[in-house]
Structure formats: C-alpha cells, structure tokens
T-cell receptor
C-alpha cells in the first residue's frame, strides 16, 4: 500500500494562475479531506468528501474547488491563486467506522508569488 | 462544532511520563475525542481516540474525565522522537469532519 499520495511536493505559482493538487489513496477509504497549514498554525479544513460524488465545504473553502469522481482520487483545484493561499496542503483519508483514524499524505508546499 | 483548548507548549524529560491536557467543555454526548500528532515537516498521524472510557494502545493512553469535559493524552515514557505538536480534536458521531486547533508543542529534553 502506498497510503495517501500527494503530488506535487512543491509548487510555485504566479498570482492568478490556476492549478490542481492531486491526492490519491489506495486503501479504499470512503472519507477524504483537504487541509491547509499556514506557518506556525494548526490545520484548517478546506473541503471534505464522504464518498464518490459527495463533497462538502470545510472552514476555509473560498478559492478552492473539489470533486470526487472515484473513491481513490480527491483533487483540489485552485481557481486563481493568490499570495494568501501560500501554505502547506495536506490530504487525508479514512475508512468508515469509528475505530479508525485518518491517514495523512506528506503534503504539498505551495508558494504563490 | 465543539471547541478544544490545549496549552501552547509543554516540556518533558526523556523517559518520563507526559500528560497532555485538553479541555472540551462544550462536548456533546456523541462527540468522539481524537488525538493526532505532527512531527516536524510531516503530516499529522493518528495517535488514539475514545468516547467515554479510557483507552490504551501501543502509542499512548487516553484518560477521559467522567463528565467528558476534559481529557488527557498520556505518553508513558517520552522519547526524543515524541517531540511534536499534539492535537486534540472532537468529531460528532456520524461525521468525519475534524477541526484542528493549534495544538500543544511538546519538547522532550535529553
């Protein structure tokens, strides 16, 4: 099992550019989430999904879109990058049931200039 | 969403027990208590979770107050590798929407 794979690991964007952060998991987990972590801060929930075709907003959804066409993939799209979106982005997944925790990816470090 | 309150930082000596507190006075009856930790430059990792009873696993123990308004994560023998930010999170039964706070930064002294 590869677990949760995030690509790219690093990215620099210019203001106004768009891009997609990729997240894939091979554990057949139903639940997936995207978080951002600003320097010295805790994680903030952007969007989450409880299964293929179902997504919902978290704490800080503005400027981001998600879709979940398959169980495995949960891409995060930045529509028009802004310097305020400079952050480390983490994707996480877990299976149904309360005896399991989330598995996190290693993160994508995004800088918007 | 119910909130949690944790101290910003704590220190511990290596090989001594560590008790990390978390207050969650607005917890509801169906909220689970989760603990995650984040090592430097890594994504968070699951540590332990519980609902009402104390819980033990290979990593740690979770002690939950009888009124459930607070909980304590116990590391039985801290090692240098336990230096991390520890997050206490509440999640409502039936949802997996975790809201992270700012956590407690644990420093382990050799």
């Amino acid at each position: 099992n590869a677990g949760v794979t995030q690509t790219p690991k690093f990215q620099v964007l210019k203001t106004g550019q768009s891009m997609t952060l990729q997240c894939a998991q091979d554990m057949n987990h139903e639940y997936m989430s995207w978080y951002r972590q600003d320097p010295g801060m805790g994680l903030r929930l952007i969007h989450y999904s409880v299964g293929a075709g179902i997504t919902d907003q978290g704490e800080v959804p503005n400027g981001y879109n998600v879709s979940r066409s398959t169980t495995e993939d949960f891409p995060l799209r930045l529509l028009s990058a802004a310097p305020s979106q400079t952050s480390v982005y983490f994707c996480a997944s877990r299976r149904t049931g309360f005896n399991y925790g989330y598995t996190f990816g290693s993160g994508t470090r995004l800088t918007v200039v | 969403d119910a909130k949690t309150t944790q101290p910003n930082s704590m220190e511990s000596n290596e090989e001594e027990p560590v008790h990390l507190p978390c207050n969650h006075s607005t917890i509801s009856g169906t909220d689970y208590i989760h603990w995650y930790r984040q090592l430097p430059s890594q994504g968070p990792e699951y540590v332990i979770h519980g609902l009402t009873s104390n819980v033990n696993n290979r990593m740690a123990s979770l002690a939950i107050a009888e009124d459930r308004k607070s909980s304590t994560l116990i590391l039985h023998r801290a090692t240098l590798r336990d230096a991390a930010v520890y997050y206490c999170i509440l999640s409502t039964s039936g949802t997996y929407k975790y809201i992270f706070g700012t956590g407690t930064r644990l420093k382990v002294l050799a």
